[in-house]
């Protein structure tokens, strides 16, 4: 069974950072890329960033470019998200996504921005921003 497992989230303060991990198993990781949807409250489920492992393209949405960075460990089959600069906006549950590579390879596609095409979703986790 494909497996991902979040951790890193909690409480932070404006103007803070936290680590994001996601533990994934269950499938051959180099072909595969990882990412980060959230969703705050009342708002849509929208990506944050994602990771194509092969080539380590990598994608961001534009409110956090800049502010973070994602990684990946293909010998511990782990992805990490630095975040720096939170900001109370930040407040969501960031899930951490995957799907097969070539879904998402075609940057101009639209494709790593649409939920539709992630087929794989771990548990989330909190993250919280005091001001």
């Known amino acids: 069974d494909v497996r991902l497992v979040e951790s890193g989230g909690g409480l932070a303060q404006a103007g803070g950072s936290l680590t994001l991990s996601c533990v994934v198993s269950g499938l051959t990781f180099h072909d595969y890329a990882v990412g980060w949807f959230r969703q705050a409250p009342g708002k849509e489920h929208e990506v944050v960033s994602c990771?194509?492992?092969?080539?380590?393209?990598?994608h961001y949405a534009d409110s956090v470019k800049g502010r973070f960075t994602i990684s990946s460990d293909k010998a511990k089959q782990t992805m990490y998200l630095q975040v720096n600069s939170l900001t109370p906006e930040n407040k969501a549950v960031y899930y951490c996504r995957a799907t097969w590579k070539r879904t998402v390879a075609e940057k101009g596609s639209g494709n790593r921005e649409s939920s539709l095409y992630w087929d794989y979703w771990g548990q989330g986790t909190q993250v919280t921003v005091s001001s």
């Open positions: 990771i194509v492992n092969d080539d380590g393209s990598t």
